[in-house]
Protein backbone atom coordinates (compact mmCIF):
# COMPACT_ATOMS: atom_id res chain seq x y z
CA UNK A 1 0.00 0.00 0.00
CA UNK A 2 1.73 3.23 -1.24
CA UNK A 3 0.83 5.65 1.17
CA UNK A 4 3.54 8.43 1.17
CA UNK A 5 3.98 10.80 -1.00
CA UNK A 6 7.68 12.10 -2.62
CA UNK A 7 7.46 15.19 -0.91
CA UNK A 8 6.74 13.87 2.79
CA UNK A 9 9.46 10.99 1.65
CA UNK A 10 11.85 13.86 1.44
CA UNK A 11 10.99 14.97 4.29
CA UNK A 12 11.06 11.86 6.35
CA UNK A 13 14.86 11.06 4.64
CA UNK A 14 16.14 14.61 6.41
CA UNK A 15 14.41 13.83 9.76
CA UNK A 16 15.87 10.53 10.20
CA UNK A 17 19.06 11.33 8.38
CA UNK A 18 19.46 14.07 11.40
CA UNK A 19 18.67 11.44 13.81
CA UNK A 20 21.17 9.10 12.43
CA UNK A 21 23.89 11.70 12.33
CA UNK A 22 23.21 13.14 15.92
CA UNK A 23 22.54 9.32 17.21
CA UNK A 24 25.52 9.05 19.43
CA UNK A 25 24.34 12.17 21.54
CA UNK A 26 20.46 11.62 21.29
CA UNK A 27 21.21 7.86 22.84
CA UNK A 28 24.37 8.45 25.20
CA UNK A 29 27.04 6.07 23.20
CA UNK A 30 30.73 7.54 23.22
CA UNK A 31 32.62 8.46 19.85
CA UNK A 32 35.27 5.89 20.74
CA UNK A 33 32.81 3.12 19.89
CA UNK A 34 32.34 1.42 16.46
CA UNK A 35 28.70 1.48 17.41
CA UNK A 36 28.20 4.78 17.22
CA UNK A 37 30.22 6.14 14.24
CA UNK A 38 28.03 3.59 11.98
CA UNK A 39 24.81 5.14 12.19
CA UNK A 40 26.84 8.91 11.95
CA UNK A 41 28.32 7.88 8.73
CA UNK A 42 25.01 6.35 7.37
CA UNK A 43 23.32 9.39 8.25
CA UNK A 44 25.69 11.37 5.93
CA UNK A 45 25.67 8.88 2.95
CA UNK A 46 21.72 9.07 3.59
CA UNK A 47 21.42 12.97 4.18
CA UNK A 48 23.93 12.98 0.41
CA UNK A 49 21.93 10.70 -1.36
CA UNK A 50 18.75 12.56 -0.30
CA UNK A 51 20.11 15.98 -1.43
CA UNK A 52 21.06 14.56 -4.78
CA UNK A 53 17.62 12.59 -5.34
CA UNK A 54 15.15 13.62 -8.31
CA UNK A 55 12.09 14.22 -5.98
CA UNK A 56 9.67 16.92 -7.88
CA UNK A 57 11.59 20.05 -9.65
CA UNK A 58 14.25 20.36 -6.53
CA UNK A 59 17.98 19.54 -5.72
CA UNK A 60 20.06 18.82 -8.04
CA UNK A 61 18.16 15.55 -9.29
CA UNK A 62 20.74 13.47 -10.19
CA UNK A 63 19.13 10.30 -8.51
CA UNK A 64 15.82 8.95 -9.75
CA UNK A 65 12.96 8.30 -7.23
CA UNK A 66 13.68 4.42 -7.67
CA UNK A 67 17.02 4.48 -7.25
CA UNK A 68 16.96 6.14 -3.83
CA UNK A 69 14.29 3.84 -3.06
CA UNK A 70 16.71 0.77 -3.78
CA UNK A 71 19.74 2.44 -1.89
CA UNK A 72 16.26 3.11 1.12
CA UNK A 73 16.45 -1.02 0.87
CA UNK A 74 19.99 -1.50 0.95
CA UNK A 75 20.73 1.38 3.92
CA UNK A 76 17.87 0.10 6.01
CA UNK A 77 19.35 -4.13 5.83
CA UNK A 78 22.91 -2.54 6.95
CA UNK A 79 21.69 -0.85 9.55
CA UNK A 80 19.28 -3.77 10.76
CA UNK A 81 22.19 -6.25 10.26
CA UNK A 82 25.37 -4.53 11.63
CA UNK A 83 24.77 -4.36 15.22
CA UNK A 84 25.04 -7.72 15.24
CA UNK A 85 28.05 -8.40 13.50
CA UNK A 86 32.23 -7.42 14.35
CA UNK A 87 33.06 -6.39 17.77
CA UNK A 88 30.22 -4.17 19.08
CA UNK A 89 29.99 -2.37 22.98
CA UNK A 90 26.94 -3.49 24.83
CA UNK A 91 24.63 -0.54 24.19
CA UNK A 92 21.21 -1.85 22.75
CA UNK A 93 21.56 -2.67 19.29
CA UNK A 94 17.47 -2.74 18.67
CA UNK A 95 17.62 1.06 18.33
CA UNK A 96 19.44 1.14 15.25
CA UNK A 97 18.05 -2.04 13.71
CA UNK A 98 14.36 0.07 14.85
CA UNK A 99 15.13 2.91 12.50
CA UNK A 100 16.46 0.25 9.39
CA UNK A 101 13.61 -0.72 9.47
CA UNK A 102 11.74 2.33 9.95
CA UNK A 103 13.67 3.37 6.78
CA UNK A 104 12.88 0.35 5.05
CA UNK A 105 8.82 0.83 6.05
CA UNK A 106 9.26 4.72 4.58
CA UNK A 107 10.44 2.96 1.69
CA UNK A 108 7.90 0.49 0.59
CA UNK A 109 4.77 2.75 1.61
CA UNK A 110 6.41 5.74 -1.24
CA UNK A 111 4.56 6.80 -4.15
CA UNK A 112 6.84 6.20 -7.23
CA UNK A 113 6.09 9.15 -9.81
CA UNK A 114 6.92 9.13 -13.16
CA UNK A 115 8.35 11.99 -14.23
CA UNK A 116 8.94 13.51 -18.32
CA UNK A 117 13.01 13.89 -18.72
CA UNK A 118 13.06 16.95 -20.92
CA UNK A 119 10.77 18.87 -18.19
CA UNK A 120 10.51 16.91 -14.99
CA UNK A 121 6.82 17.29 -15.36
CA UNK A 122 5.10 14.89 -13.11
CA UNK A 123 2.62 12.06 -15.06
CA UNK A 124 -0.26 10.62 -12.80
Known amino acids: MKLISPRIHAYLDYVIATILILFHWIFGYELKEVDSWVPMISGLFYITYS ?10 GIISLQTHLILDLLLGIFLIVTPWLGEFSENPPFIQSILGVIIMIIAGMTKEKKYKEAGNEILE
Request: no cysteine; aromatic share 20%; glycine share 0%.
Open 51 to 60: ILTRFRNEHF
